[in-house]
């Protein structure tokens, strides 16, 4: 059983704590605004990409040696049009950055709340959490709080890979929000 802090009691925040909840993890959330104490081994920010800014600067000490998993899509949310991060980077990597004693995850960013909830894509595939980082061993701890959640893990590679994860996500979102998909569908992946 792994400790699990979410930041944000929203959809996904709601969703991804079920998800360990099923895993057999203990999860307890907390608002941007409380104080941050006793914080789990993983922690989860499950906030906009501004507010999960805030909170690295704002806790860099609490969240020092905890796996941190950022589920962010940077999107610019007046246009729908551009992520707000720079080309060549990524939310996940400016978070590592504000983080340096964190061990950084980029995960959840690629699936919706209703496909956490549900445990399948369109209710045809399973539900797929890809990661990216550059600690091995963080991936591996969340994988392992994510077994026998009812969600698939795939290994997405070093952090680098974010920016395409976020890409992705960022795609899949004006997908949905043009209505050429549902919230309860988007990509999967096949093994």
């Not at 941050?36 to 000490?61: E, F, H, M, R």
């Not at 999107?75 to 004693?101: G, I, K, M, R, Y």
Request: no cysteine.
């Amino acid at each position: 059983m792994t400790a699990v802090t979410i930041f944000g009691k929203g959809n996904m925040g709601q969703a991804i704590g079920d998800v360990f909840k099923q895993g057999g993890n203990q999860v307890a959330f907390i608002d941007q605004s409380d104080p941050v104490t006793d914080l789990g081994a993983i922690v989860v920010l499950a906030v906009p990409y501004a507010a999960a800014v805030s909170i690295a600067k704002t806790n860099q000490a609490a969240l020092a040696g905890k796996v941190v998993v950022d589920i962010t899509n940077p999107l610019n949310f007046d246009t729908w049009d551009e992520l707000v991060v720079p080309a060549d980077s990524s939310a996940a990597a400016q978070l590592a950055t504000a983080l340096p004693e964190s061990k950084v995850v980029k995960a959840f960013n690629t699936t919706f709340a209703a496909t956490l909830q549900s445990r399948n894509v369109a209710g045809k595939e399973p539900t797929t959490v890809m990661a990216a980082s550059d600690h091995a061993e963080a991936k591996q701890a969340l994988a392992d709080a994510l077994t026998d959640s009812g969600v698939n893990f795939v290994d997405a590679g070093s952090l680098k890979r974010a920016r395409e994860l976020e890409s992705f996500g960022f795609l899949q979102m004006t997908l949905a929000a043009g209505e050429k998909i549902g919230w309860t569908g988007g990509f999967a992946v096949l093994k």
